[in-house]
Every structure is written in structure tokens, then in C-alpha cells.
């Protein structure tokens, strides 16, 4: 997240490699530069809080909208209503900058074997 909001200021940061496996290594190399303020610069919502109401629409077969948290967060919970509430029956529609949930009638929601919350 970091990394992609330094970029947004005119940062470029890399990532060095093994050069004998090819693996990425955890050593960054940040150049001397100058921040740029774009413009605008939206702070998106936190995705881990965003999560307690669209599974609370999930559960009440309801609907609810997150704005400015979308499929271009850089949040991995973000992907929650995808990965998670799409394959236990929700509707989900994402857009770059929003998310919503609409949940399955009462009693339909689905169980699902596992969830990877890592």
C-alpha cells in the first residue's frame, strides 16, 4: 500500500531481486526525490471496518453500499464481499471506488468450507 501511494506522489520504489533465484527480496530501494501533491488524492475508507455492514446485509438479505472503498483499493480487504459474500449466494457489484452487497433472502446465505483470511 505503501509503495502505490508513494507512486502517486512521484515515487518510483523497487523491489531488489535474487539475482541467482529470481525471488523478490525484502530490500527496497527508494531513490532521492521530491513528493508531487496530485491534485486530488481520495483516502479511501478502512476496508476491514467496511466489512461489518455488508455481511450484516448478507445475513438480513438486505442491501448496502460502501463508497470509496472499490476493486482499486489497495486494501486486501477490499476483495471481502468477492471472495467471501459472493460465494456464500450475496449479489456483489464493484466498482473501481464502491462496493455493494445485496444478500439473499432470509435462510438462503450459504455456508462455505473455508475462507483464506490472510
Do not use: H, W
Not at 18 to 38: C, E, F, W
Request: aromatic letters at 6%.
Amino acid at each position: 500500500m505503501t509503495i502505490a501511494m508513494m507512486l502517486e506522489f512521484g515515487i518510483t520504489v523497487t523491489r531488489r531481486v535474487d539475482a541467482n533465484t529470481g525471488a523478490n527480496l525484502n530490500v527496497y530501494d527508494i531513490p532521492k526525490g521530491t513528493y508531487i501533491n496530485p491534485e486530488v488524492y481520495n483516502i479511501e475508507s478502512d476496508a476491514s471496518s467496511a466489512t461489518y455492514p455488508l455481511a450484516i446485509a448478507a445475513i438480513t438479505g438486505t442491501t448496502c453500499t460502501i463508497d470509496n472503498i472499490g476493486s482499486a483499493s489497495l486494501q486486501g480487504d477490499a476483495r471481502f464481499a468477492i471472495e467471501v459474500l459472493e460465494r456464500m449466494g450475496c449479489s456483489v457489484t464493484q466498482t473501481p471506488s464502491s462496493t455493494t452487497v445485496q444478500g439473499p433472502p432470509v435462510g438462503q446465505l450459504k455456508a462455505i468450507e473455508e475462507v483464506d483470511m490472510e
